[in-house]
């Protein structure tokens, strides 16, 4: 999808008629005879989404197969009670079907392969959510709204959203140097372009991503010494707080200490949770306040605990 600026995004028309509805996603075209009641969530953009409009869904992937960690700390009071279908990186076709919906969310990314599968079980919509831009997300919950018969909802939420936004990149120091974010595990360092969701928004904000989509990668893996060439004056980092980031082995390396970004101390690190595993309107109300509480829209000196 390109890029769009969310006042656009406002005026999203979806065909609609009073008993039907013909939306667009990344597979093809989805035709339902009516708004959904009953919709399974297979992704936390989705889920945060459905929460943030008032639906309640009858299965989300809340599990942790796979590797997955759950869903983000942050919905889980919203989440008790909602049956899990496995999770996002293997969904149950069983637990799916026997939540009766009559629409299911799915990832681009991670369930293109499934699409025939899902789609038998029931209507499907596959959206670009893992590596989708700000613009992507905000698309997708006019999408959703739409689906499931909160389309005024949805365009609320991302008035709301616009309004708040531009209240917070009042705090953006014009001319600020450029910076490079990235997820960080025990084992990888995944750099966030501007076209990724996390990347996007901190440049909706009024900071310069230093780093643009490769070929069709909005993010993608780098060591140590990819960094140091990178050589970024201002690094964000989102770490999980029950993991050891790698980055934790390179800072006793000579070649970290090295960093531009070290040596002015503009190393800010953020609860990936919050930042990039929801990535919908609940979460981006986080971002907006993190964002300026760390003061790395102010390019001041991490502030608490955002100092990595």
């Known amino acids: 999808m390109t890029k769009k600026t969310i006042s656009a995004l406002l005026f999203l028309s979806l065909s609609a008629s009073a008993s039907a509805l013909s939306v667009k996603h990344e597979l093809g075209v989805l035709d339902i005879k009516a708004p959904a009641k009953r919709v399974v969530a297979l992704e936390y953009s989705f889920l945060d989404t459905l929460l943030a409009l008032g639906v309640r869904p009858v299965g989300a992937a809340l599990g942790n197969q796979g590797g997955d960690r759950g869903a983000p700390p942050y919905l889980a009071p919203k989440v008790a009670g909602i049956p899990a279908t496995g999770s996002r990186a293997q969904p149950s076709f069983e637990t799916v079907a026997a939540s009766r919906p009559d629409l299911?969310?799915?990832?681009?990314?991670?369930?293109?392969?499934?699409?025939?599968?899902?789609?038998?079980?029931?209507?499907?919509?596959?959206?670009?959510s893992r590596r989708g831009s700000l613009d992507d997300l905000n698309a997708q919950t006019l999408a959703i709204g739409q689906l499931v018969g909160r389309e005024a909802a949805a365009k609320r939420l991302l008035?709301?959203?616009?309004?708040?936004?531009?209240?917070?990149?009042?705090?953006?120091?014009?001319?600020a140097p450029s910076f490079v974010a990235a997820v960080v595990t025990p084992k990888t360092f995944t750099v966030h372009t501007n076209e990724s969701f996390a990347g996007s928004f901190l440049e909706d904000l009024g900071r310069k991503n230093q780093l643009k989509l490769r070929g069709n990668e909005t993010q993608y893996e780098i060591s140590l010494e990819?960094?140091?060439?990178?050589?970024?004056?201002?690094?964000?980092?989102?770490?999980?707080?029950?993991?050891?980031?790698?980055?934790?082995?390179?800072?006793?390396?000579?070649?970290?200490?090295?960093?531009?970004?070290?040596?002015?101390?503009?190393?800010?690190?953020?609860?990936?949770?919050?930042?990039?595993?929801?990535r919908g309107p609940l979460a981006l109300k986080l971002m907006v306040a993190e964002a300026i509480e760390s003061r790395f829209l102010q390019d001041a000196a991490p502030a608490g605990k955002y100092n990595y």
């Not at 990832?107 to 209507?123: E, G, I």
């Not at 008035?159 to 001319?175: N, P, Y």
């Open 159 to 175: 008035a709301e959203q616009v309004s708040l936004m531009s209240k917070a990149k009042a705090f953006a120091k014009k001319g």
């Open 104 to 128: 299911i969310l799915a990832d681009a990314l991670v369930h293109k392969d499934l699409y025939p599968q899902l789609s038998k079980l029931a209507p499907t919509a596959v959206f670009q």
């Open 226 to 278: 990819g960094l140091v060439a990178l050589n970024p004056q201002t690094l964000v980092l989102f770490t999980a707080p029950d993991e050891t980031p790698i980055t934790e082995q390179w800072k006793k390396n000579p070649l970290w200490q090295k960093l531009s970004a070290v040596q002015r101390g503009r190393v800010y690190q953020f609860n990936r949770d919050n930042w990039t595993r929801g």
